[in-house]
C-alpha cells in the first residue's frame, strides 16, 4: 500500500506544481494587463478631462445664452405691462394688470434662479476639472459675464422669496382684494 501512495504522490505532486505555477503566472499576466491599462489611462486622463471639459463649457455657453434670452424677454415683456397697466381703463383693470405682471415676475425669476443655479454648477465642476482659472483657456470675457450673472442673483432670490411669502395663505388674494376695495371706495367717492 506504501508504494501506491507514494506512486500516486510522485503523479501528484508534479500536477500540483504546474498548477500552481500556471496559476501563478496567471495572476501575474492579470496584474501586468491591469498595469497596462492603468497606465494606459493615464496618458488619456488629460486628453478625456479636455473632452469633459469641452462638453461642459458648451453646456455652460447653452446656460448663459438661455439666462441672457430670459432677460431680454423679460424686459420686454415688463415694459408691455407696464403699458397695459398705464392704458387700463377701469380700476379692475388695472389690478388684473399689476397681479398678472406680479405673477410674470415671479415667473422670470424662478427661471432666471434655476438658470443661475445650473451655471454655478457648472462653472464648479469646470474648476474641479480645469482649475479656478479655466475661463482663461476659452474666452477671458465668459469670467466677467458670470460674475456679472452672480452679482445680479441676489436681487432675483430676494424677490422670489418676496413673492413666496406673498403666497403663502392666500395673502396675495387678500392683498388684491383689499385694493380693490381701496379703488371702488376712492371710485365712488369721485362719483359724488
Request: charged residues 30%; proline residues 1%; glycine residues 6%.
Given at each position: 500500500?506504501?508504494?501506491?501512495?507514494?506512486?500516486?504522490?510522485?503523479?501528484?505532486?508534479?500536477?500540483?506544481?504546474?498548477?500552481?505555477?500556471?496559476?501563478?503566472?496567471?495572476?501575474?499576466?492579470?496584474?501586468?494587463?491591469?498595469?497596462?491599462?492603468?497606465?494606459?489611462?493615464?496618458?488619456?486622463?488629460?486628453?478625456?478631462?479636455?473632452?469633459?471639459?469641452?462638453?461642459?463649457?458648451?453646456?455652460?455657453?447653452?446656460?448663459?445664452?438661455?439666462?441672457?434670452?430670459?432677460?431680454?424677454?423679460?424686459?420686454?415683456?415688463?415694459?408691455?405691462?407696464?403699458?397695459?397697466?398705464?392704458?387700463?381703463?377701469?380700476?379692475?383693470?388695472?389690478?388684473?394688470?399689476?397681479?398678472?405682471?406680479?405673477?410674470?415676475?415671479?415667473?422670470?425669476?424662478?427661471?432666471?434662479?434655476?438658470?443661475?443655479?445650473?451655471?454655478?454648477?457648472?462653472?464648479?465642476?469646470?474648476?474641479?476639472?480645469?482649475?479656478?482659472?479655466?475661463?482663461?483657456?476659452?474666452?477671458?470675457?465668459?469670467?466677467?459675464?458670470?460674475?456679472?450673472?452672480?452679482?445680479?442673483?441676489?436681487?432675483?432670490?430676494?424677490?422670489?422669496?418676496?413673492?413666496?411669502?406673498?403666497?403663502?395663505?392666500?395673502?396675495?388674494?387678500?392683498?388684491?382684494?383689499?385694493?380693490?376695495?381701496?379703488l371702488r371706495e376712492s371710485f365712488k367717492k369721485t362719483m359724488i
Amino acid at each position: 500500500g506504501k508504494c501506491r501512495r507514494s506512486g500516486s504522490m510522485a503523479l501528484f505532486l508534479p500536477s500540483l506544481v504546474t498548477l500552481l505555477v500556471a496559476t501563478a503566472q496567471g495572476a501575474l499576466l492579470r496584474r501586468a494587463s491591469v498595469v497596462n491599462e492603468d497606465r494606459a489611462l493615464d496618458r488619456n486622463e488629460t486628453s478625456s478631462s479636455a473632452f469633459l471639459a469641452g462638453h461642459l463649457k458648451g453646456i455652460l455657453d447653452d446656460y448663459v445664452g438661455y439666462y441672457e434670452e430670459e432677460n431680454t424677454s423679460w424686459t420686454e415683456s415688463k415694459k408691455s405691462m407696464e403699458t397695459v397697466i398705464e392704458l387700463a381703463s377701469t380700476n379692475e383693470s388695472k389690478l388684473s394688470s399689476i397681479t398678472e405682471k406680479q405673477r410674470m415676475q415671479g415667473d422670470h425669476d424662478k427661471l432666471v434662479k434655476e438658470y443661475v443655479d445650473m451655471l454655478r454648477s457648472l462653472d464648479g465642476s469646470l474648476q474641479a476639472i480645469s482649475g479656478a482659472n479655466w475661463t482663461d483657456a476659452y474666452d477671458k470675457e465668459l469670467r466677467a459675464k458670470l460674475d456679472a450673472i452672480e452679482a445680479e442673483v441676489p436681487v432675483a432670490n430676494v424677490l422670489l422669496a418676496k413673492a413666496s411669502v406673498l403666497l403663502k395663505g392666500g395673502a396675495l388674494a387678500d392683498l388684491a382684494a383689499r385694493r380693490l376695495r381701496e379703488l371702488r371706495e376712492s371710485f365712488k367717492k369721485t362719483m359724488i
